[in-house]
C-alpha cells in the first residue's frame, strides 16, 4: 500500500471530496475578500462594428488572494453565488464601476455605456431596485449609461420576480441586455418575455465562425431577428479579424473581444481613453 502511495495521492488530490474541501476553502476565503481589499474590478472595451469608436465597457470582477494568487471568477462568482456572498459583492462591483464610469464621464464626457453582470441571486433579492437605485444616486452616474447584463441561464420560472424587477431597472433608466444568447434552453422565450434592449451573441457561437456553417447560420439569423424585433445586438469573444469581417458582413452592432481588447485595470483603461477614443 505504501508503494501506491504517491499514485493514491494524485487520485485523492481529484477526489470529489477534495475539491469539496477546496471550495469550502476558497468560500471561507472569499467572506474576507471585499473586506481585505482583494477584489478588482477590470474594464473590457466594447466597440462599434463599423467605425470601430469605443462605445462601452463591461465590468469584470478578479479576485487576488495574497497567497492562492488569482482566482478566475469562472470559479468564485459560483461560489459567491452559492453562498450568498455574491449580493455584497455584485453591490460592490456595481459601485467601483458605476463611480469610475462617471470618473471617466467627468474627464472624456464620451457616454460610454457600462455594463454590470448581475447574478441570478441578485434578481432574487427584493433590494435590488433599492441598491441600484443608491448606487446611481450615490455616484451621479447616468442611468442611461448603465446596462444590467443578465445571462440567459436563469431560469425565468425559478426567478419568479425577474420581469418585474428588470422592468423595474427600467423603470430607473437602466438598459438591459441578454447576456450568453443562444446557450440557454429558452432563448425565443426570454427574447419575447424580458424587456430587453440588447442581446450579446455567445462566444461559443463567434468562435465557431469560419469553422461551423451551422453555427453561422445560428449567428446570421439571430441578428436578423434581434433587429425585426429592435434590439440591438453585440457579439463577444471576437478574437480574429474572420470573426471581425463575418459579424460586419452581417449588420451586428457592436463588437467585444481580444481581437480589439482583453479585460483592462482602470488605470491601463484609462490610459486607452486618454489616448483615444478610437482603437
Ligand atoms: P461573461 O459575462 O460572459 O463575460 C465574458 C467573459 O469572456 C469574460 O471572462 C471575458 O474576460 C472573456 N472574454 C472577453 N473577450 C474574450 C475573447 O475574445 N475570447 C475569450 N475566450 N474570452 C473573452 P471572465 O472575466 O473570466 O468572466 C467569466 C464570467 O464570470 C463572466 O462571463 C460572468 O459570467 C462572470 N462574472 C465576471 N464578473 C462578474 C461580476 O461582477 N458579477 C457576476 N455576477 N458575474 C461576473
Ligand atoms: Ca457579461
Ligand atoms: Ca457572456
Ligand atoms: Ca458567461
Known sequence: AKRQGRNNFQIYQISPERAQQHDVLLKSRLRHAEGNGELRVFYQPQVDAASEDIVGMEALVRWEHPELGQISPGVFIPLAEESGLIVSIGAWVMRT???????????????????????????????????????????????????????????????????????????????????????????????????????????????????DPDDEAIVRATIEMAHRLKRAVIAEGVEIEQHLAFLRANHCDELQGYLFCRPLPHASFDRLLAERQRL
Open 97 to 211: 464601476a458605476c463611480r469610475q464610469a462617471r470618473e471617466w464621464e467627468d474627464k472624456y464626457g464620451l457616454g460610454l455605456r457600462l455594463g454590470v453582470n448581475l447574478s441570478a441571486v441578485q434578481l432574487m433579492e427584493p433590494d435590488l431596485l433599492d441598491t441600484v437605485a443608491g448606487v446611481l444616486r450615490e455616484t451621479g452616474l447616468n442611468p442611461r449609461q448603465l446596462e444590467l447584463e443578465v445571462t440567459e441561464s436563469i431560469s425565468i420560472k425559478a426567478v419568479p420576480n425577474l420581469v418585474e424587477n428588470l422592468h423595474g431597472l427600467h423603470r430607473l433608466g437602466c438598459r438591459i441586455a441578454i447576456d450568453d444568447f443562444g446557450t440557454g434552453a429558452a432563448s425565443l422565450d426570454y427574447l419575447r418575455k424580458l424587456p430587453a434592449d440588447r442581446i450579446k451573441i455567445d462566444q461559443s457561437f463567434v468562435r465557431n465562425i469560419g469553422i
